[in-house]
């Protein structure tokens, strides 16, 4: 039987996508270095995008293509407190992410002049936390764990 991309079933095997995709990337990227290269920045705002849109997919919504990753982020349905703690690392990949760090944009301005070790630690922990989260909610809408707990949008489907 074949599913449609736009149906739930299709849109959350579409995140499952995602989220594989952006594990590869994520752990492709070496994080145990003294230097983070423009590609491993931009590579890791890559992966945080996707994740991002892995989120809007499992609240069965298709991720706006023409807005923002912040803008995207919103729709993802979690607890308040939770989406508001990845906002600082939605808003950092989406400056990267936004012109891929090309000299003397606003990505290339974050990743070399405002980021030091210290804050990729951050981006890098935090990152994980978001997988961890969204991986969570792929595996209660799969009926393999319980509900997360900061998750707000629909349960599994009752179509199988």
Sequence with gaps: MK???DSREGR???AGEYVREARIIWRSIPWDVSTTTM?????????????VKAGVLYANETPAADHGLETV?????????ASAAYVPL??????????GGY??????????????QGSWSIFRSNGDA????????GSFLAGETPRPPTWRGPGPSTTR
Excluded: C
């Design 39 to 51: 590609p491993q920045a931009v590579n890791a705002a890559h992966a945080v995008e996707l994740i």
């Design 3 to 5: 599913i449609s991309p």
């Design 90 to 99: 939605v808003r950092q990949a989406a400056v990267i992410r936004q012109d």
């Design 73 to 81: 982020w919103a729709r993802v349905p979690l607890e308040p407190a």
């Design 130 to 137: 978001l997988f961890t989260v969204i991986e969570g909610v």
């Design 12 to 14: 959350v095997l579409r």
């Design 103 to 116: 000299p003397g944009s606003p990505g290339y301005e974050a990743i070399t002049k405002n980021m030091d």
